[in-house]
């Protein structure tokens, strides 16, 4: 391991220090806020800092996830990013077990990428770790950060956040996935499964779910535990109304026309918003085959 050893300047930035060159000085604090994190996370980011610090491969060290977005709570995990050298970062992220194990014990830990990892203590404080070479940070997508440390004022060359608007291709895409699902529930009833009904139900869900978050971008990236983060109050409202399947005929079929119901009532205004052209063949062609069947969903005015 690369040990810090030679002089520095520090400036103090919060609870944080900038170093402007490798140096003797100490590891930096907790940051302000931190304290919003349950006790284990305190002992585990001290640790981290004291083992990523010391080594010089790491030129800087950053907290991101809904910390770096201001927006952090005790259920939230420690996300870390750190930029390595970049003649050392194979190196660096080659032996990621070696240094995670100097930090904590671990029950649990699954590399993402090289140097890129999630991991559980044995006190089931979640740590997530992403490395990247520091030729790398003008382009990187996490741009919502909390500097720990920084040995080459690498900080200043992370992008400015630039969150995408909604993508009427996703839109569009999800409109008639909607639809074209819709033309299987036969399998359904023809088979009795109503468990399937269930997942079928389900899946509505969900892409009502994908419709509603993507219309509500612009938004910063978040992971899967921020759920309804992603929604506005109106579309989450309108969601939690939804009624919850049960594995028998009468639930389903009820759930399953309430969910369509809120399709056809929102689907069509978001399409126009956005340019997407409703796909009324298709609508059409998946509508008449239900009715065929006794299967009739609600359709677009």
């Given at each position: 391991?690369?040990?810090?050893?030679?002089?520095?300047?520090?400036?103090?930035?919060?609870?944080?220090?900038?170093?402007?060159?490798?140096?003797?000085?100490?590891?930096?604090?907790?940051?302000?806020?931190?304290?919003?994190?349950?006790?284990?996370?305190?002992?585990?980011?001290?640790?981290?800092?004291?083992?990523?610090?010391?080594?010089?491969?790491?030129?800087?060290?950053?907290?991101?996830?809904?910390?770096?977005?201001?927006?952090?709570?005790?259920?939230?995990?420690?996300?870390?990013?750190?930029?390595?050298?970049?003649?050392?970062?194979?190196?660096?992220?080659?032996?990621?077990?070696?240094?995670?194990?100097?930090?904590?014990?671990?029950?649990?830990?699954?590399?993402?990428?090289?140097?890129?990892?999630?991991?559980?203590?044995?006190?089931?404080?979640?740590?997530?770790?992403?490395?990247?070479?520091?030729?790398?940070?003008?382009?990187?997508?996490?741009?919502?950060?909390v500097l720990?440390?920084?040995?080459?004022?690498?900080?200043?060359t992370i992008?400015?956040?630039?969150?995408?608007?909604?993508?009427?291709?996703?839109?569009?895409?999800?409109?008639?996935?909607?639809?074209?699902?819709?033309?299987?529930?036969?399998?359904?009833?023809?088979?009795?499964?109503w468990l399937?009904?269930?997942?079928?139900?389900?899946?509505?869900?969900?892409?009502?779910?994908?419709?509603?978050?993507?219309?509500?971008?612009?938004?910063?990236?978040?992971?899967?535990?921020?759920?309804?983060?992603?929604?506005?109050?109106?579309?989450?409202?309108?969601?939690?109304?939804?009624?919850?399947?049960?594995?028998?005929?009468?639930?389903?079929?009820?759930?399953?026309?309430?969910?369509?119901?809120?399709?056809?009532?929102?689907?069509?205004?978001?399409?126009?918003?956005?340019?997407?052209?409703?796909?009324?063949?298709?609508?059409?062609?998946?509508?008449?085959?239900?009715?065929?069947?006794?299967?009739?969903?609600?359709?677009?005015?």
């Amino acid at each position: 391991m690369n040990l810090v050893t030679n002089s520095t300047l520090a400036v103090t930035i919060g609870a944080s220090i900038l170093i402007m060159t490798d140096g003797v000085s100490g590891p930096p604090g907790r940051p302000d806020g931190f304290d919003v994190y349950p006790d284990g996370y305190g002992q585990l980011f001290d640790k981290a800092v004291e083992v990523l610090f010391r080594d010089a491969r790491v030129r800087g060290m950053w907290l991101h996830g809904a910390f770096g977005r201001g927006a952090a709570d005790s259920a939230s995990d420690l996300d870390i990013s750190i930029a390595i050298a970049d003649p050392e970062f194979d190196e660096f992220a080659a032996g990621w077990r070696d240094w995670l194990a100097e930090i904590t014990p671990t029950v649990n830990a699954d590399p993402i990428a090289p140097g890129c990892f999630f991991a559980m203590t044995p006190g089931c404080e979640r740590v997530d770790v992403i490395s990247e070479r520091v030729s790398d940070l003008t382009t990187t997508h996490l741009t919502r950060r909390v500097l720990i440390f920084d040995r080459d004022r690498l900080d200043a060359t992370i992008p400015a956040p630039d969150d995408p608007p909604p993508n009427p291709e996703t839109i569009a895409y999800v409109i008639k996935e909607t639809l074209r699902t819709a033309a299987n529930f036969d399998t359904v009833v023809v088979r009795d499964d109503w468990l399937l009904g269930v997942v079928s139900v389900q899946t509505v869900h969900s892409l009502l779910y994908q419709l509603f978050t993507e219309a509500n971008k612009p938004q910063p990236p978040t992971g899967p535990k921020q759920w309804s983060f992603k929604l506005s109050p109106r579309h989450r409202r309108l969601l939690e109304a939804l009624p919850v399947p049960q594995a028998e005929r009468e639930s389903v079929m009820a759930a399953r026309q309430a969910a369509y119901g809120l399709f056809v009532a929102e689907a069509p205004a978001i399409a126009d918003a956005y340019g997407v052209q409703w796909p009324a063949d298709l609508e059409r062609t998946v509508g008449n085959h239900l009715d065929r069947n006794g299967l009739g969903i609600p359709h677009s005015a």
